[in-house]
């Protein structure tokens, strides 16, 4: 059984730092890209970076780029999105994600961006 589950979110200042996890498990980690999505209230959830097995990289969203990284380590079937520089606009639930074959989503970390 395919199993994500994401923690690292909380709440945090603008312009602080998060560092959010997914821990897999139920199927062979290093052959699938991971992603990370987001989604704010009332808005459409949206992709923010994915990686692949091998570890290229993409970052998706516009807004974040140059402010997040994504990373894995596939011994331990774990892939990172690092945020820095948090604005409020960045305040979402986050979801991990295996792509792309199946539906496979972890349960989401809320991330809360506030003053």
């Known amino acids: 059984q395919v199993h994500l589950v994401e923690s690292g979110g909380c709440l945090v200042q603008p312009g602080g730092s998060l560092r959010l996890s997914c821990s897999a498990s139920?199927?062979?980690?290093?052959?699938?890209?991971m992603t990370w999505y987001r989604q704010a209230p009332g808005k459409e959830r949206e992709l923010v970076a994915a990686?692949?097995?091998?570890?290229?990289?993409?970052i998706s969203a516009d807004s974040v780029k140059g402010r997040c990284t994504i990373y894995r380590y596939n011994d331990k079937k774990t892939v990172y999105l690092q945020m820095n520089k948090l604005r409020l606009e960045d305040t979402a639930m986050y979801y991990c994600?295996?792509?792309?074959?199946?539906?496979?989503w972890g349960q989401g970390t809320q991330v809360t961006v506030s003053s």
């Open positions: 994600r295996r792509s792309y074959i199946g539906n496979y």
């Open positions: 139920g199927f062979t980690f290093s052959n699938y890209v």
């Open positions: 990686i692949t097995g091998t570890g290229i990289s993409t």
